[in-house]
C-alpha cells in the first residue's frame, strides 16, 4: 500500500460507483491500493457535500521565478566555491530579489547542485 498517495477524479468516482452497488469500503480500499480511512473519508465527503473533489490546495507562492531560478543556476554552475549567503547576497543586489538562504539551497538542490 502506498503512503501519501491522492486519488484522481477517475478513482474517486470508481470508488463511490462501487461503494453505491453494495462494495465494501475495506475491499474497494484494496483495490485502489489506499487505506479503508481513505475512502470512509471519502463516502463521508460525499454524504456531507454530494462530491468527491479533491479540495484545492493553496500552497506557498514561489519566491523566486524561473529567471531567477536559471541565474541561480548559472551563477552557481560558473562560480563553484560560492556559499549561500554569498549567492543570497549576490541575487539580492543583481535582481532584487530577497531569499532565504535555505531558499537558495532549494533551489539549487532541485537542479542537482550542492551549496556550501
Known sequence: MNTRRHLTDEQRHLAMARLRVGGRQSDVARELGV???VISRLASRHRTTGRVHDRPRSGAPQVTDRNDDQYLRTYALKHRY?????LQAH?????GTRVSRQTIRNRLHRFGLNVR
Open 35 to 37: 487505506s479503508q480511512s
Open 82 to 86: 560560492v556559499t549561500a549567503t554569498q
Open 91 to 95: 541575487l539580492r543586489d543583481v535582481r
